[in-house]
Nanobody, 128 residues
């Protein structure tokens, strides 16, 4: 059974930091690029960042550049999202997902419909 399980979410004050983790099982982790998405209340799910299967390439949505850092540890089948200088507008449910490397190479941050597997999400409320 394929599973992606996010953790590390929780209430944080504006200006604070959080590190999200996403542990994977049930598929060949190394075959897939990995992405983070987020969905704010009343809004569509948007791409945050994506990392290649060997961690050689990373991409970020413009508003996250310089504040968020994606990384992965293939030995632990885990991908991370370090989020710094959080703002209330970062409040959302954060999801991790897995996408085939070819789509990552083509899109850099593939659209949400391209992903094969999704986690259940973790809440990140940011207070002002």
């Amino acid at each position: 059974e394929v599973q992606l399980v996010e953790s590390g979410g929780g209430l944080v004050q504006a200006g604070g930091s959080l590190r999200l983790s996403c542990a994977a099982s049930g598929f060949t982790f190394d075959d897939y690029a990995r992405g983070w998405f987020r969905q704010a209340p009343g809004k569509e799910r948007e791409g945050v960042s994506c990392i290649s299967r060997r961690a050689g390439s990373t991409y970020y949505t413009d508003s996250m550049k310089g504040r968020f850092t994606i990384s992965r540890d293939n030995a632990k089948n885990t991908v991370y999202l370090q989020m710094n200088n959080l703002a209330p507008e970062d409040t959302a449910v954060y999801y991790c997902a897995a996408v085939r490397e070819a789509l990552f190479i083509y899109y850099h941050i593939p659209p949400r419909t391209a992903y094969d597997y999704w986690g259940q999400g973790t809440q990140v409320p940011v207070s002002s």
